[in-house]
């Protein structure tokens, strides 16, 4: 009895939190983070310059092994959280642009747009409590655990159903939409209890979702209906 008493102590030991998870706010923290996610974003733009200038005169590496690795991680890591009801605010990791430029392949523009401005927003967000962070963090993680899902089958060289990627890039607009579309709810239902927000988190919200919703729209015409009707013609 004693014994088991004992182990069952020190298993709820082990759970305790830790002192920082104690923490009721640390907005002053994010404050000064947030004052820096600009430089932040414009040093992942210059290192996205000066890696493909790197490359521009060197063959790609083959990353197989480590490009699996990556993605299989990012897909249970945001499936995880999105099952368990608790999303956590992490800004969107650049690993993909690494492999990308290491592998000479064609970076458009959505990709950079995306994850420079995203860095900006989550932490205005955070250090805001934006009120529709919630839902903007579990659609993120709920598309993104597909995303990465596909992305990992690809880099085994796992040929996924042709429709495959079209659901994620479909995914992906209506997680714009859906944005944008809380973002505004969330302005009208200002005055009650939990969605307090301001003109200026309707603004930012609304501008980065529209533009993204836009750029993906444009994303899947290209390469799921121009490329169709190309080759359709081209077998004709």
Known sequence: MVTAMNV?????QMFQPYNFELFQDIRPVLEEYWATSFTIALIYLL?????????????????????????????IFRVVPTLGGMPAMTPHLPGDTAFIILYKWPLIFVH???????????SFGYKNKVAAGGWFMTMNYGVRAIMYTYYTLKAAKVK????????????QILQMFMGATVGILTYIWRQEQGCHTTKEHLFWSFILYTTYFLLFVQFFHQNYVITKVKAKTKSQ
Request: aromatic residues 18%; proline residues 7%; charged residues 15%.
């Open 112 to 122: 950079w747009y995306h994850h420079s401005t995203e860095l900006v927003y989550k």
């Open 8 to 12: 069952s102590d020190e298993v709820e």
């Open 160 to 171: 996924p159903p042709r429709w495959f990627p079209m659901l994620v890039t479909s995914l």
């Open 47 to 75: 290192l996205i310059f000066v890696g493909q200038n790197y490359m521009r005169a060197r063959k790609g590496f083959n990353l197989q092994g480590p490009l699996i690795l990556w993605s299989f991680c990012l897909a």
